[in-house]
């Protein structure tokens, strides 16, 4: 959704298809929803100021993993240019057919017992024949889902507008556009799930109720805003710095610009995903790219994630000694909200320091889950070794667990980690303070406010959305609209633009200067 934002398909009509592991095609039918008779999804595209766009959406198991396979699985190219040089070397694929369906087929047939296969092998088959016929079932997969989106859109496409990593083939954005006899428009930054989130989350903060908002802001005092952006950069590199302690305790120092990187990265996918849990893997691959081995990695991303629990979780307990009364006296519904809120974030610290302490229950389970997973036929491709997968799962756990023994023993390191992330929070939670300063108003301590937000923190962070969208803005409102007043819409706006859209934007440049860098290297 946020790609078909990204590409400007705000037209009922336009389309546009993400070649990633997978194709996710996806086109603007409006403001009513068109029910598919095909097999294809109706998805929301976009809410803002209150309008609905609805999406047809088609979704392709295995496009880009199929190149993966042939690199990994095959071993018949070195990386993913060689692929598009073999298919080039060749006018057409010899007759070879490859289905890819590793695990199923998607939209339209979806058939979770269909396989892959390889057909029209003949003794002048070569790996370059092989190569293109794997760009080509890309296409003809993606030329499937235009087929039946044609069928149920009200209107026919007249361009695909394409984005991913994929993009970058030639080859195969060519041999798509032959299959569809249809112009495939890609655009000069091929990254637009990233810009697409970006752009919506600064489209839709402008869009909300801006008849009073321009005086509002008129009354804004400028040292207040000064110190609200402040308390946000000092929230980046209180973490920043924090990753520069824990890598340097766990033997895998990263320099500075590195750690930046690694919390941007962090914050920008937590942003964007639901339940915040798209951060840490995609943290976890930055680090993996800078040599820094998964297991260790992924033991200093939960060490740091433990170390931001165990000061969130402290506030809150302080928040609720100091603040817990007023918002009862709101409405009995706040106790039970947020005790739940303090209850989830101390489980998941406590779950998370058990499974680096206590390795060998961790390895047993991933190693029955594995074996389970296995058995079921649908989830695995055929000669596949479950022992073998267990092994590898072990062997991380065991490099998981002894990451985590060395680096507890620098308890300097770790305790410096511990102040930098009750700072962090600190800063981060300041800027609803700060907020209410800057339009003039007093009377309220600074511990009320940011003890009364740390509790709608953790309160709101237990709702699923991408950034707890709703519940983020809901008990802002709730908490806070005695003391706000007539100003309430635009502080709300300021603070979530701050707290929230300013980590989308800057997350953003930085995601896309990581893929350049590491595109950059890969030529």
Known sequence: QSALFGQACFTPGQAKNTYGTGCFTLMNVGDTPVRSRSGLVTSVGWQVAGKTVYALEGSVFNAG?????????????????????????????????????????????????????????????????????????????????????????????????????????????QIQADLLRLPVDRPAQVETTAFGAAALAVFAAATLDAGDVRASLAALLPGWT??????????????????????????????????????????????????????????????????????????????????WNVALV??????????????????????????????????????????????????AFGTACIRWLYRRRPFVRRGADPEAAAGKWCGFVAEYHDAFA????????????????????????SVAYCTYRGFGLHGVPFWQVTGTQVLLYIGASCFPMPGASGASEGTFYLAFSPLFGDYLTTAMLIWRLASYYLTIVLGYIDVVAERVTLRHAEE
């Open 406 to 429: 060395a680096g507890i023993r620098h308890r300097g390191k770790l305790a410096g980690a511990l102040a930098l992330a009750l700072g962090q929070c600190t800063a981060y939670m």
């Open 65 to 173: 993993s199929t190149i993966q396979w042939l690199r990994d699985e095959l071993g018949l190219i070195q990386s993913a240019p060689e692929c598009d040089r073999l298919a080039e070397s060749v006018p057409d694929s010899g007759g070879v057919v490859v289905v890819p369906a590793f695990t199923g087929l998607g939209a339209p047939y979806w058939d979770m017992y269909a396989r892959g296969t390889i057909v029209g092998l003949t003794r002048g088959s070569t790996k370059a024949h092989i190569a293109r016929a794997v760009l080509e079932c890309i296409a003809y997969q993606t030329a499937d889902l235009v087929r039946v989106m044609n069928a149920d859109a009200p209107c026919p496409l007249t361009e695909l507008r394409v984005d991913g990593g994929a993009t970058v083939s030639d080859i195969l954005m």
């Open 226 to 307: 000064a110190a609200i952006v402040g308390c946000m950069l000092l929230y980046y590199l209180c973490d920043a710095l924090k990753y520069q302690l824990i890598t340097r305790a766990f033997g895998c120092a990263q320099p500075l610009g590195d750690s930046i990187d690694t919390s941007m990265i962090g914050f920008f996918y937590s942003a964007v995903t639901p339940a915040a849990a798209g951060g840490q893997p995609f943290q976890v691959l930055h680090m993996h790219h800078r040599g820094i081995p998964t297991g260790t990695a992924t033991s200093v991303i939960c060490t740091t994630y433990c170390l």
């Open 314 to 363: 402290t506030l809150g307990i302080v928040g609720m000694c100091l603040c817990g009364g007023k918002l009862a006296a709101q409405s009995a519904a706040w106790i039970p909200v947020l005790a739940l809120g303090l209850l989830v974030h101390a489980g998941l610290l406590t779950l998370v320091l058990l499974s680096a302490i206590f390795p060998k229950p961790m390895s």
